[in-house]
């Protein structure tokens, strides 16, 4: 490994010059546990030590857990050691995990009761060093509490330069064979500056981490941590669990896709936690439904955060602040709109000959920034599809107004062509999503003999709602024209993949299944 970079420090040293301003002070809290920075920063030094000694600095660490103390400092640790880590959600499948793991070839898997069916299940295994975080289960090598207790040797820490590679960041995959976006200690490291300079985080608040940790909710602990906040890592991720934890622990932030706003709003006994300590509810990831937005706002205020990121451009993109959340002049909430991009990210809409398009054009998101990836792991092909010309190429489809804010309006290979008319399913979703009594909304292409295409929506109610598709077609007609969908299908829920996102490759399926007939 070459010889650190005299000009940068790595995220988790930055960490540790953190712990030791803030020593005393509660770093994690975890159920009735809790560790002080001070104990944090050594228990990832430990274990950051006892994996320097038995694995060569760039090989890969999978990370397969439900969200718990240990993925945090295992997160820290790993990078600390000069390893790869490759975070995968807890919900994956044998065969999801068994792909990611011929694909990366990792040396150590760290997983824990949840998830040990799957490592059971999965091939490819003999032979690799598997260690169980929640129990003294080990295979080819120490158990999890035996090397948190070895001795630090600071000789082998710390050795990983800027531009070594820190994590391997999969795609969901829902499209094909999943993809693993490549991002170096400095791409992550321009992710926290980007959060530090353009998101509101203050030392004395405490957040709360719902989310999976090996996606969003975990990219969130860092800055947090950097600055001196609490974080409270909800048990199970549960909406009963958090509603519980806001009270107890004076939650200040709460991080959440749209779909767990959505159950948060529409709890049957919000009404009944003091909510009252809440300074800024972060969303994202996927399209909001208007009336959750518009029911989260009569309920916390506005102090409701928009952050858009890609996997490929960790998490800052762009951000919509609360103070820009409404329409100038107006109470109308900017329902699809993604804020402006953040202050050292360069985001500039282009259209299919790859020049600018003007503003209120629709164009497709490409990005030039420190934080966008190296290059998809192993996929060299793919690589150079999404970099091209020093930009990343993120194939979502946007309008920028004269002011700079940016107006998703779906994925370029989700739009669709109707009768001669260009349709974006987002831009369906959040008038549908206006009408009362609607939960969520999805819209997908259905080819027709007649139309080309058709848009098929799938729409999920409240459960005091009675209404059915002409009701819902009768209300949207009037703002959408010749964009209503051609049908509507209500369903009890909309499926959601394993991040909790809409699962629009499922309905598309459905379709094709039934023949036509949802």
Known sequence: MPEPDPIGAIPSSLMAQAARAHAGRVALRYGEQSWT?????????????????????????????????????????IERAGLVRVPVNARSTAHELGVILADCEPAVLFYDQTTADRVTEVKGVEGLWRVQVDGDVAN????????????????????????????????????????????????????????????????????????????????????????????????????DGLLAAIPKHKVTVVTCVPTALTRIVNHPGLDRFDLSSLRMIGYGAEPIPHNTLEKALRKFGPILVNNYGQTEAMMTVSNLPAADLFVPGTKEPRVACIGRPYTFVEVILRGPDRQPVAAGEIGE?????DHVMRGYWRMPEETAKALRDGWLWTGDLARMDESGFITLTGRSKEMLISGGHNIYPQEIEAVLTSCPGVLEAAVVAQPDPDWGEIAVAFVSLADDSTLGPEAIRTSVKPRLGIRTPKRIEIVPNLPKTTNGKVDKNLLRKRLVTAGGDA
């Not at 030094?45 to 993925?71: C, F, H, K, S, W």
């Not at 998101?365 to 920034?369: A, D, V």
Request: net charge neutral; charged share 20%; glycine share 10%.
């Open 365 to 369: 998101i490409t990005i030039r920034s």
């Open 37 to 77: 920075f001070a104990e944090f920063d050594a228990a990832a030094d430990r274990l950051a030590g006892g994996l320097a000694r038995r694995v060569t600095p760039g090989e890969r660490v999978i990370m397969l857990m439900a969200n718990r103390p240990e993925y945090v400092v295992l997160q820290c640790a």
């Open 140 to 239: 080819g090598g120490p158990s999890y509490g035996e090397l948190g207790t070895e001795a630090v040797d600071r000789s082998r820490l710390d050795r990983a330069t800027l531009d070594d590679l820190n994590s391997i960041n999969y795609t969901s995959g829902t499209s094909g064979r999943p993809k693993g976006a490549m991002l170096t200690h400095r791409n992550w490291a321009a992710v926290y500056r980007n959060m530090l300079i353009d998101r509101n985080i203050r030392g004395d608040d405490v957040l709360a981490h719902i989310g999976p940790l090996t996606h969003a909710s975990g990219t969130y602990f860092v800055p947090w941590f950097l600055r001196g906040a609490t974080s409270v890592i909800v048990e199970g991720g549960a909406i």
